[in-house]
């Protein structure tokens, strides 16, 4: 496994929110954390990126351990994170965030502004335009294109459906795709099963902090009562 978690535990003060979480992400794979929301999916990936420190547990990347580094080390060790609250630059224009992604993480690779920008075209007809100003589906392309900025080997997304209407979602379905077929690693963290069904081969299921299943996704998607039981709205 590229990314591993072992019997983590996280707080948020004295609530305890991850509970003994264990998961594993192989190379080249797309594995879907799904659940509800407030179920800890977030957490789950502040964790592995060291903005929500876990307690205790072990976080194995490359097969080495990176519990307790700082997010800025795990950045330049070849994770990218990106949070479901986007966090891009409002006054900087998109192309000016592109930029600052590959000057704060120097890591070679395939992914340049320019690849970016062909992967979403919007991104290069926007160039000029600022954060600030850009639709929810156009800041949630260059929040993934700011990722893919930085060369990681493995890349978090957090919520990437949420929000979009259904041409935008899949526009970002088949980004994902794309982005997988040049060797990319993928964690996200959603609640759209037919979204996760697309783009993942496997799926933990967390409830209450808690992974509570665990499978292919095809045969998540057919267990009806799994589904009803964790995940149906």
């Known amino acids: 496994?590229?990314?591993?978690?072992?019997?983590?535990?996280?707080?948020?003060?004295?609530s305890h929110i991850l509970q003994?979480?264990?998961?594993?992400?192989?190379?080249?794979e797309v594995v879907a954390l799904l659940g509800r929301n407030g179920v800890?999916?977030?957490?789950?990936?502040r964790t592995i990126m060291g903005l929500t420190p876990p307690a205790s547990g072990g976080i194995l990347f490359q097969g080495q351990e990176v519990q307790g580094d700082?997010?800025?080390?795990?950045?330049?060790?070849?994770?990218?994170?990106?949070?479901?609250?986007?966090?891009?630059?409002?006054?900087?224009t998109c192309e000016e965030n592109l930029d600052i992604a590959a000057k704060l993480v120097k890591r070679e690779g395939f992914w340049d502004k320019k690849k970016v920008m062909s992967l979403f075209?919007?991104?290069a007809?926007?160039?000029?335009?600022?954060?600030?100003?850009?639709?929810?589906?156009e800041k949630k392309m260059l929040s993934l294109g700011r990722a893919l900025m930085s060369n990681p080997a493995v890349v978090l997304l957090d919520e990437p459906s949420e929000g979009l209407a259904p041409l935008i979602v899949r526009t970002l379905a088949e980004a994902i795709e794309t982005i997988r077929?040049?060797?990319?690693?993928?964690?996200?963290?959603d609640q759209n099963l037919k979204f996760c069904r697309r783009v993942s081969d496997r799926g933990y299921i967390i409830e209450k902090g808690q992974i509570v299943h665990e499978g292919d996704m095809?045969?998540?998607?057919?267990?009806?009562?799994?589904?009803?039981?964790?995940?149906?709205?």
């Open 40 to 45: 800890g999916k977030t957490t789950t990936l």
């Open 1 to 14: 496994m590229i990314l591993s978690l072992v019997d983590v535990n996280t707080f948020y003060g004295t």
């Open 218 to 233: 095809e045969d998540i998607w057919d267990n009806q009562d799994v589904v009803n039981k964790y995940l149906a709205l």
């Open 181 to 189: 077929s040049h060797g990319m690693t993928i964690l996200l963290a």
């Open 20 to 28: 003994d979480i264990s998961l594993g992400v192989g190379q080249g």
């Open 70 to 92: 700082p997010p800025w080390n795990k950045a330049k060790l070849g994770l990218a994170y990106m949070p479901d609250d986007l966090r891009i630059f409002p006054d900087l």
């Open 121 to 123: 075209p919007v991104l």
């Open 125 to 137: 007809e926007r160039r000029d335009q600022k954060g600030l100003n850009m639709s929810g589906g």
